[in-house]
């Protein structure tokens, strides 16, 4: 399997719809087992395919949207991920108050990549709503809306770029996780944040727009 999503609740479905609207098979999983998932994979399209958890995290692309207190148990049932790429689309959230956990000032990804040995992890598809997410990435007028990435693998980083190209939106790669990353993750500035990039007349480089949503 070269792609699976585990996880089907709004972030996940929004992804699973990406590939189902660009014709690229994925694998969709849930802790409740396949039957729980049988339905919205129907919804998604034929590309969404109903699988065991287990046999998602086999794939070549793994792309956890599940709660981030999940995430350890789950990746930790790998025993080495042998340079796969899992895609950390999950928020690190202290729910008492919505605020962002207290990870002693890391990189949510980071620990996801402590945990998942020999993984290289890349955030992406995290940093804004879902109900945004999951809209058609152009805005109607040429331009496309930004989906932000990093990761501590420059190659990881680009595969995952040419994923979310493919889906017709913009990648923006802020670098290690650490670094740029943490301007996306969860409470960081560009948090919620929706941008376009629209080409500016008579030049190459694009201009990045702040869109009202």
Excluded: C
Excluded at 10 to 39: K, L, P
Excluded at 44 to 70: C, N, T, W
Excluded at 195 to 212: C, H, K, R
């Amino acid at each position: 399997m070269r792609y699976a999503i585990i996880g089907a609740g709004n972030i996940g479905t929004a992804v699973a719809g990406h590939f189902a609207r660009t014709g690229v098979e994925v694998g969709v999983a849930a802790s409740r087992g396949v039957d729980a998932v049988r339905g919205v994979a129907e919804k998604i399209g034929p590309q969404a395919i109903p699988v065991d958890v287990a046999d998602a995290l086999g794939a070549d692309v793994v792309i956890l949207a599940v709660p981030h207190e999940a995430i350890r148990e789950l990746v930790g049932s790998v025993p080495d991920w042998a340079g796969r790429i899992i895609v950390d689309a999950t928020n690190a959230i202290d729910y008492s108050d919505f605020s962002p956990a207290d990870l002693g000032g890391r990189a949510s990804s980071d620990l996801v990549e402590e945990w998942a040995v020999g993984a290289r992890v890349v955030k992406a598809f995290g940093h804004t709503w879902a109900k945004v997410l999951a809209r058609e990435p152009g805005d109607g007028h040429g331009g496309r809306r930004v989906l932000f990435l990093s990761g501590n693998h420059s190659d990881a980083n680009a595969e995952v770029a040419q994923l979310i190209s493919g889906f017709g939106f913009e990648p923006v790669d802020l670098g290690r996780n650490g670094e740029g990353g943490l301007l996306a993750q969860f409470g960081g500035p560009l948090t919620t944040k929706s941008f376009v990039s629209q080409p500016i007349a008579g030049s190459g480089p694009a201009e990045m727009d702040l869109v009202t949503d």
